[in-house]
């Protein structure tokens, strides 16, 4: 573990594990496709890489948005190749919260939009860039009750809630 702006960070062994299998499996893919076992390796761990540094670029939106709300920031945690999540201070608003949990979508949108772009420019990593971010984006509405998408929509609920009283 270590702390970035008073935020300790850390990742899982169910992190590490998936991105062992993922790059595994990527590794075979690119040798079957004539990579050669060094370019295998070298594009399954870019690729591997790319994945973790987008699902921490997806927390830090959270944590940023948190300490703009004024809120105080403990843990980030890496719990998959693709997930993670923010410990931190609950807000007494419902408009904060929702800030916060579409803060890493944003993030996330932000990266697909702009691997896009690079791929359509002809970037292979651009490409990666795209993929991997579309791909956690339909994440963040799973699982519904515990997703970025979950708590945003029962956090707009309740900002309906309080405009309509």
Wanted: hydrophobic share 55%; net charge positive; charged share 15%.
């Amino acid at each position: 573990m270590s702390a970035a702006g008073g935020v300790a960070i850390s990742v899982s062994r169910r992190a590490v594990a998936e991105s062992a299998l993922v790059a595994g499996l990527l590794g075979v893919i690119a040798v079957r496709q004539g990579f050669g076992v060094v370019g295998a390796a070298g594009t399954a761990a870019a690729v591997v890489a790319v994945a973790l540094a987008s699902a921490a670029a997806h927390e830090w939106g959270h944590v940023i948005a948190a300490r703009r709300q004024g809120l105080r920031v403990l843990a980030l945690r890496l719990e998959g190749l693709l997930g993670g999540a923010v410990e931190r201070e609950r807000s007494g608003s419902a408009g904060a919260e929702l800030r916060i949990c579409l803060a890493g979508p944003l993030v996330t949108l932000a990266l697909a939009l702009t691997g896009g772009a690079f791929a359509l420019a002809g970037s292979a990593a651009g490409l990666v860039l795209a993929v991997v971010n579309a791909l956690a984006l339909v994440g963040c509405t799973l699982p519904p009750s515990r997703s970025d998408a979950g708590r945003a929509w029962a956090a707009w609920r309740l900002t309906r809630r309080v405009r309509t009283r």
